[in-house]
Nanobody, 116 residues
Framework: QVQLVESGGGLVQLGGFLRLSCVAS????????MSWYRQAPGKERGLVAA????????NYADSIQGRFTISRDNAKNTVYLQMNNLKPEDTAVYYC?????????WGQGTQVTVSS
């Protein structure tokens, strides 16, 4: 059974930090590009950060550039999103995504709330 399970979300104050984790099971992580998306209330889901299957290529949304870092540990079947200097506008449900040429999987999401 394919699963992506996110964790690490929570409530944090302005300027704080969180580290999200996404643990994959039921498929081969190394064959998938991994991404983090987020969706705020009343808004569409949008890409936050992405990383290639080997970890060598990353890209980020302009709004989080320089504050968030995506990484992966294929040996642990885990992808991370380190989020620093958090702002209220970062408040959203964060979703993990795994994608390759013939499959696309989503996690259930983890809530991140940043208070001012």
């Amino acid at each position: 059974q394919v699963q992506l399970v996110e964790s690490g979300g929570g409530l944090v104050q302005l300027g704080g930090f969180l580290r999200l984790s996404c643990v994959a099971s039921g498929f081969t992580l190394i064959s998938h590009a991994m991404s983090w998306y987020r969706q705020a209330p009343g808004k569409e889901r949008g890409l936050v950060a992405a990383i290639g299957s080997s970890g060598g290529n990353t890209n980020y949304a302009d709004s989080i550039q320089g504050r968030f870092t995506i990484s992966r540990d294929n040996a642990k079947n885990t992808v991370y999103l380190q989020m620093n200097n958090l702002k209220p506008e970062d408040t959203a449900v964060y979703y993990c995504s795994a994608r390759n040429w013939n499959s696309h999987y989503w996690g259930q999401g983890t809530q991140v709330t940043v208070s001012s």
